[in-house]
């Protein structure tokens, strides 16, 4: 068992030599296994060792823990120390669970400890952290993030180096190591509370987890190394999601990043869900409460026609613009691709007599040229109405200046603000587009209607 606990760390780069770990030592028969093992190989890596005892707060028998701790370590020569946390006020205080309010005040307690270590040997590499999580756990750890909902980087279990956490113990089974403390005379504390099935995790260990060994007696094991193929899986997708993304990826910039549409719908689906969540996350700055419904909700309307929007946690949201899908902060809508009159104010117009030289009819994007003498009568400068067209052609094709407006990009927010000079149901101009080919100026013309559009002007 020390061989292969010492080949699992080798395998995993662990530790290098002359590394400082830092052992997070209960009390319990895990941790107590974890400390004798590394006590025995750290002079063939080699490493320093310094133990780590929490006090929750919790328990009676707390304070014997904490002794018996402190008495192995002073007659094996390791250094201790012990930190004293109130698990049950901070779990109340931050409305947790009593067993995750422990957890993040044990893992702060070592995170703490450790870089106060760093800053003792500066210039060493960072101190890492040891915890005793066995295979069991990791079996536990896989089926309660299933049972509760995860992506794939949930069924990837605990990782055995997470950052400073390492995790040498995770190949050996709970009876090992009774076995192997039993063997070499340690004792061991134990944990009443983790009869208790009220907590998730006892109730796995204590009733979920037989019922599977009586299916498979090699429950444990398959779970375990099924959790390794998906850790394996998982950074092969997160390498490949990158790739989408930059694929994909229009325009970045802080709290809000842009992406091709219809570059990202040719992707394949699971990569399309993965680069949406990534995306999200990018943007709120966070993955707390971002689930797969809000990642479903963004790919809807990326499929959906026209533009549409998304509300997404982290006050962000998502908003498309025909082929661009835009994630950012709520608040930041996107633009149209042109401004466009939303006032009568905005506009002029002026009746000219005209000589036939077409030559003079302008070219520019805000005024236009229109025949007087076919129209009959000045337009009235409105937004649009139920049939309203915009005829396109001298053979009299024309189109709904609905169906115009979105062929033209408008988003559809904006559509019923667009104000539009028009002559019955007939519109005489889009600007930045077309002009009714119905009212074009000719040579024959003696009259012409000029329209002048100078945005922003008036309401």
């Known amino acids: 068992m020390i061989e292969r606990v ?11 030599p002359g590394a400082r770990i830092l052992a997070a030592v209960s009390g319990g028969a895990d941790s107590m296994c974890l400390l004798e093992i590394l006590r025995r190989i750290r002079h063939r890596l080699p490493f320093e060792i310094c133990v780590l005892h929490v006090h929750h707060g919790l328990r009676e028998r707390a304070e014997e823990d904490l002794t018996y701790v402190s008495d192995y370590c ?17 779990a109340l205080k931050h409305g947790l669970s009593i067993e995750e309010g422990a957890r993040i005040l044990r893992y702060q307690a070592l995170e703490e400890s ?12 960072p101190c890492r952290i040891a915890v005793a999580h066995h295979m069991e756990d990791q079996a536990e750890t896989v089926l309660f993030h299933l049972v509760r909902g995860s992506r794939l980087t949930g069924l990837r279990g605990m990782l055995p180096v997470n950052g400073r956490i390492i995790r040498p113990l995770l190949t050996c089974r709970r009876e090992e190591i009774e076995a192997f403390l039993t063997k070499r005379g340690i004792r061991w ?52 999601t990158q790739e989408v993304i930059r694929r994909c990826k229009i325009k970045e910039a802080p709290g809000e990043v842009v992406f091709d549409i219809s570059k990202l719908l040719k992707e394949p689906a699971l990569l399309q869900r993965r680069a949406v969540y990534e995306l999200i996350a990018e943007v709120s700055g966070t993955r707390k409460d971002l689930q797969d419904v809000h ?13 549409a929007k998304a509300d997404l946690p982290g006050g962000c949201e998502a908003v498309k613009v025909y082929d661009q899908l835009r994630i950012c902060k709520a ?22 007599d005209f000589d036939g030289d077409m030559g003079a009819v302008p ?97």
């Open 6 to 16: 010492y080949d699992f760390m080798c395998e995993n780069r662990m530790v290098s």
């Open 74 to 90: 002073r007659e094996a020569g390791i250094p201790f120390q012990a930190v004293r946390v109130d698990a049950g006020g901070y």
């Open 114 to 125: 450790a870089r106060e270590w760093d800053e003792r040997e500066p210039g060493a590499d």
């Open 189 to 240: 504390r134990e944990d009443e509370t983790n009869e208790d099935t009220r907590y998730a995790r006892n109730l796995l260990r204590k009733e979920v987890m037989p019922l599977l060994n009586r299916i498979n007696s090699g429950a444990c094991e398959h779970i375990s190394r099924a959790a390794e193929e998906a850790a394996q899986t998982e950074e092969y997708l997160r390498e490949k």
């Open 295 to 307: 990642v479903q909700s963004v790919l809807h309307i990326a499929r959906a026609g026209g533009s």
């Open 331 to 352: 608040g930041r809508a996107p633009k149209a691709p042109l401004p466009l009159p939303a006032g009568a104010g905005e506009y002029s117009c002026r009746v000219l």
């Open 363 to 459: 070219r520019n994007l805000y005024t236009k040229w229109l025949d007087y003498d076919k129209i009959g009568s000045l337009p009235l400068f409105r937004t649009r109405r139920t049939g309203d067209r915009l005829t396109l052609d001298g053979d009299g094709r024309s189109k709904t200046i609905a169906r115009y407006m979105i062929d033209a990009k408008v988003p559809k927010d904006m559509r019923e603000q667009v104000v539009l000079p028009a002559v019955g149901s007939e519109i005489l101009w889009f600007p930045g587009g077309r002009i009714s080919a119905r009212f074009m100026v000719e040579p024959s013309t003696k009259r012409v209607l000029e329209i002048t559009w100078k945005p922003g002007t008036g309401k």
